[in-house]
């Protein structure tokens, strides 16, 4: 497919009089690094797909605050979140996507005492609900018998008690999932969480995310699939580091989604 | 001659319950150094949390086998003390075996009590052996030498002697029913202490009356002695567990308080219409002491048992960081007890100027991934990640104390909108290239 997709932004739909069902909200990795970057693409080519009337905020998105917050930063993070708060009451958002754990569990859970009441959804219950409602399809079996190990995030897995809808959408694609042993409530970090993604481990004699992908590449699933940005680089490392480029991928469940409807 | 006994009975037990009831007191006042909370919303979750996980240890059996002994013994333990009520009322009224009246029923209770001994004594012998002999990892962690080992290793001794004289009391006490000797009626069923009866039928009837007495008083002696060793152990969960699971956090786990007094100073500057002018400046962010840790975490604290399946289950500890979330839990009670103890012998006002940051380093503050994993481990739903996180604001909000790379993040998100140095105005490249 090669039509260019113009994707609109909350402002633009506003001085034309018209308004999203649903706010997607990018985050910071899906906006600025290049390997999330990719997923928020995948993401955006399944929305057109199906048809969505969806917006983002564009450049008056800022940081929800969460690395700060987690950091220990309260004062900055509550003063992230009352700007967006502002930003979002402004444009009337009801109803968020996110494509990152943190954003989507920051905004859904810490937002709203705050001022920011929305209804907030991650990326792979939208995909599981497309799928239950008929929107997204597949062709004939895309990955059919393909071996598919999946990685809780601490804060959909844990902090947020989802961990159907991710495996439903691999269901619903034919994928033959591989649990991990630590799976589900006993899913293991991969080591981002926290603001660690944004300083250098403590001293210890492992790092966390060779741990979680040693054990993903013991599965011997040749996808681990995620969803959220951070685990997905910090695992992609991990697979770096052990030479499995080019036998073990890691994507996010919307990259599997996109792939398999070859978008 | 009986009398006597009755009496030394009676003062043995007043004695016992009153030193009981004095610790009690104190640890009620330790929890209470702790910030107020209202915790009283959705009382109907919190009954069925309490039931599920500290009732019926839910959260024990996921690890199966540590799950199943636990369940033996905490049955064992809370079904044998029903016939400790016997014990109680022999003892002051210097009655025999009062409740044989209760005929068959008392006989099944009496036989269903032995098995349950005999079944406490094996899970013992089994907790001994994976804590001494199959070397389970987390029973050895650096935070586990000293009292710690010495006081999990004398429970399950004491457990022991008390499950092995409760079934001795009962052998020689058969062995005096046959005899029908003076006092002693014919009542209960033995499945497991008839076999015991071998070790003593070679005694004169008077002999056994006096190892029968031995035993008996050994066993409510020692449970009286047990009463008394729990408040100063890890034991003490056997109680706590049941109102920790009901205060228990019932928020997603994802969710970390705002700091109210934060959102006021926010307020002030960005929308002076929502704050509140009245509201003081406060005095301190975040943890320091034990005094501006919520109570509920200091009621954690005396209520772990240090299992440590929150350290085997968090991902810093596995790879080898100095944090483990045991040991957050067990220093909390120990700066708790030591802020007690000078506040008792210098008065309630006394502060001795330490911190709970004396106990835990910044180094295991900052290996934390905030992952829920320990809480999630947690049998009977502690929460070490908020006092780590708490801690985490103290250092971050009044100390500055953080790692270079956080400052930088932090003045990013700040100045660009993220916590990398990128434009701002760049955030939404990425459409054009799709």
Known sequence: MNERIHVPTAAELLAKGEKADILFWVGCAGSFDERAQKITKAFVKILHNVGLNYAILGTEESCTGDPAKRAGNEFLFQMQAMANIATLNAYEITKIVTTCPHCFNTIKNEYPSLGGKYEVIHHTQLLQELIDEGKLTFGADPFKGKKITYHDSCYLGRANGIYDAPRRILEAMDAELVEMKRCRKNGLCCGAGGAQMFKDAEKGNKEINIERTEEAIETGASIISANCPFCTTMIGDGIKHANKEGAVEVLDLAELVARAKDL | ?434
């Open chain 2, 1 to 434: 001659m009986q009398y006597l006994s009755q009496l030394i009975f009676v003062i043995v037990l007043v004695v016992a319950i009153y030193f009981f009831i004095n610790k009690i007191k104190t640890i009620r006042r330790n929890i209470f150094f702790g910030r107020d909370q209202e915790l009283f919303d959705n009382k109907t979750q919190r009954w069925k949390n309490m039931l599920r996980v500290a009732l019926g240890q839910s959260k024990m059996v996921v690890r199966p086998v540590a799950g199943f002994f636990h369940i033996v013994i905490y049955v064992g333990f809370v079904l044998i003390n029903i016939e400790v009520l016997e014990i109680l009322i022999d003892g002051v009224f210097g009655t025999h075996r009062v409740l044989s009246f209760l005929g068959p029923i008392y006989n099944l209770a009496i036989g269903f009590f032995e098995i349950l001994a005999a079944l406490v004594f094996l899970a013992c012998i089994i907790f001994l052996t994976r804590r001494f002999i199959t070397r389970i990892p987390r029973f050895h962690s650096a935070e586990m030498k000293g009292w710690a080992t010495a006081d999990a290793t004398y429970i399950l001794i004491i457990e022991m002697i008390l499950m092995a004289a409760l079934l001795k009391m009962n052998a020689v006490d058969q062995l005096l029913q046959s005899r029908s000797a003076d006092h002693y009626v014919v009542a209960g069923s033995f499945p497991i202490s008839q076999y015991l009866t071998v070790l003593f039928t070679g005694f004169d009837t008077s002999i056994l009356v006096i190892f029968e007495r031995v035993f008996w008083w050994f066993h409510i002696l020692g449970i009286l002695f047990f009463l008394n060793y729990v408040p100063y152990s890890k034991h003490l969960h056997i109680f706590l567990a049941f109102p920790n699971t009901w205060y228990a956090r019932l928020k997603p786990a994802g969710e970390f308080d705002n700091m109210p007094e934060i959102t006021n100073e926010v307020n002030l500057m960005l929308d002076p219409s929502k704050a509140d002018p009245t509201m003081p400046p406060p005095e301190k962010f975040g943890v320091n002491d034990v005094t501006d840790l919520n109570w509920t975490s200091i009621l954690g604290a005396y209520s772990c048992t240090e299992c440590g399946r929150c350290t085997s289950s968090c991902p810093a500890n596995i790879t080898g960081k100095k944090l483990s979330p045991r040991k957050i839990m067990m220093d909390t009670r120990d700066r708790a007890e030591e802020l007690g103890k000078a506040k008792d012998k210098n008065g309630k006002e006394f502060h001795d100027g330490k911190s709970l940051h004396d106990y835990i380093s910044q180094e295991e503050l900052l290996a934390c991934t905030t992952c829920n994993a320990c809480v999630e481990a947690c049998p009977i739903n502690i929460n070490p990640l908020e006092i780590i996180y708490q801690m985490r604001q103290y250092q971050t909000l009044e100390k500055s104390a953080m790692p270079n790379e956080w400052a930088l993040m932090n003045s990013n998100i700040e100045n660009n909108q993220a916590p990398w140095q990128f434009s701002p105005s760049d955030r939404a490249n990425w459409t054009k290239e799709i």
